[in-house]
Nanobody, 124 residues
Framework: QVQLVESGGGLVQAGGSLRLSCVAS????????MGWFRQAQGKERDIVAA????????YYAEFVKGRFTISRDNAKNTVYLQMNSLNPEDTADYYC?????????????????WGPGAQVTVSS
């Protein structure tokens, strides 16, 4: 029902910044908790950050805490991931995900909708 599309990925130098956007369509944005995941080559897909429907609660993986910020604009059906102080280990495909479960959802299997992903490459 819900369709998600990421944008804003690309190539950046170490220490640089990038902002990813995820736009939802095809269904009501009301009540959707959102999350960002990433998957590097040969690795599993891991949670990066998550945000509740209201935006009042957030979660960050330890490896991005203090560097990344998740936010949302429900009027625009959009969730963002601001990424600062990027390093080569942040290189991965980044995925936007949505669920109608309440609260801040951190487990991959609890998300019902996924975007196709956006590639982020950080050079040395």
């Amino acid at each position: 029902q819900v369709q998600l599309v990421e944008s804003g990925g690309g190539l950046v130098q170490a220490g640089g910044s990038l902002r990813l956007s995820c736009v939802a369509s095809g269904g009501s944005f009301i009540g959707l908790a959102m999350g960002w995941f990433r998957q590097a080559q040969g690795k599993e897909r891991d949670i990066v950050a998550a945000i509740s429907w209201s935006g009042g609660s957030t979660y960050y993986a330890e490896f991005v805490k203090g560097r990344f910020t998740i936010s949302r604009d429900n009027a625009k059906n959009t969730v963002y991931l601001q990424m600062n102080s990027l390093n080569p280990e942040d290189t991965a495909d980044y995925y936007c995900a949505a669920t109608r479960r309440q609260g801040v959802i951190r487990r991959r299997v609890e998300y019902d909708y996924w975007g196709p992903g956006a590639q982020v490459t950080v050079s040395s």
